[in-house]
């Protein structure tokens, strides 16, 4: 978490790409030292996956900011048979007395950052999230789904092919 949040800059996709948004792959968000959200996410889902965490560990969730009424993306680990799972996330919560690169369980967000989890997936699961972190999982395939992800992962394919599980 620490590595990515302090080499890459936040900047927003419309700051970089004119033409609006994407996803990038880890390989070009470190090459270019400029990400949003989702290519922080999408950054650390695949160097966890390089590291041998198993996909079902770990979904990059879609969560609503409530104060800024913002959508963002982290990272959720989740370690064995827990159900409470670590956040990493590019964004500090002072409040907290956190910095960008300490990790916080979602139940801390969701009380003391006033976060929603709305959804989550990884390269197989698409999962919906009902009262705090209960996980819904849907019979929907996060490649129909989530586009952009499925060409960040296309993009990572390399990186992640002498990955089994």
Same mark, same amino acid.
């Given at each position: 978490?620490?590595?990515f ?6 900047? &927003?996709?419309?700051?970089? *790409? ?5 996803? /990038? ?6 090459? !270019?030292g ?17 590291l041998? =965490?198993?996909?079902? /560990? ?7 900011? %409530? ?11 989740? &370690? ?18 956190? %910095?960008?690169? %300490?990790? =916080? !369980?979602?139940?801390?967000?969701? $009380? ?6 709305? =959804? ?5 699961n *698409?999962?919906?999230?009902r !009262? ?9 395939? &996060?490649?129909?789904? =989530?586009p ?11 990186? $992640? ?5």
């Open positions: 978490n620490s590595f949040n302090d080499l890459i800059k936040a900047k &927003p996709d419309n700051e970089y *790409y004119k033409s609006g948004d994407y996803w /990038q792959s880890p390989i070009e968000t470190l090459v !270019r400029k990400g949003d959200c989702e290519d922080f996410a999408i950054a650390k889902y695949v160097s966890l996956r390089i041998g =965490i198993p996909k079902d /560990q770990l979904l990059i969730g879609i969560v609503r900011l %409530q104060k800024f009424g913002e959508l963002h993306a982290v990272l959720l680990y989740y &370690p064995d048979s827990e159900n409470d799972p670590w956040v990493m996330d590019n964004l500090s919560y002072n409040y907290l007395g956190s %910095q960008r690169s %300490q990790l =916080i !369980r979602m139940s801390l967000k969701i $009380l003391h950052c006033n976060i929603k989890p709305l =959804i989550g997936f990884n390269e197989n *698409y999962v919906e999230f !009262r705090g972190m209960k996980k819904h999982y849907l019979d929907k395939n &996060p490649i129909n789904e =989530i952009m992800f499925t060409i960040a992962m296309y993009n990572s394919k390399n990186l $992640l092919s002498n990955i089994s599980s």
